[in-house]
């Protein structure tokens, strides 16, 4: 059975850094998309990152790209999300969640994705 566990989330200031951990257990990464999704106070989920280990392809929503950096470390079957320069419209709860691996590209197709975690908060406010 997939299972996800999501860490590292916490108050940080604007232009602040956090890095979210997700490690997976049931599974080995390389068989599957990870992504991280959000969801904000009143909004709905959005993808915000994702990544194939086998293909080393990523995708970055537009609103988090140039800041946040996925990576996977196989070997620990985690995967994290570098968060730098972090704004006020970052809060929110950060979920990871496993696609089957379908090709090279890491879409961040939110109804392929299950076995959710449960999330972890991150809440950017000065």
């Known amino acids: 059975q997939l299972q996800f566990v999501e860490s590292g989330g916490g108050l940080v200031q604007p232009g602040g850094s956090l890095r979210l951990s997700c490690a997976a257990s049931?599974?080995?990464?390389?068989?599957?998309?990870i992504g991280w999704f959000r969801q904000a106070p009143g909004k709905e989920h959005e993808g915000v990152s994702c990544?194939?280990?086998?293909?080393?392809?990523?995708y970055y929503a537009d609103s988090v790209k140039g800041r946040f950096t996925i990576s996977t470390d196989n070997a620990k079957n985690t995967v994290y999300l570098q968060m730098n320069s972090l704004k006020p419209e970052d809060t929110g709860i950060y979920y990871c969640?496993?696609?089957?691996?379908?090709?090279?590209?890491?879409?961040?197709?939110?109804?392929?994705?299950?076995?959710w975690g449960q999330g972890t908060q991150v809440t950017v406010s000065s």
């Open positions: 969640a496993a696609d089957r691996l379908r090709g090279p590209q890491a879409a961040c197709v939110m109804p392929r994705f299950g076995s």
């Open positions: 049931g599974f080995t990464l390389d068989h599957y998309v």
């Open positions: 990544i194939s280990s086998t293909y080393g392809t990523t």
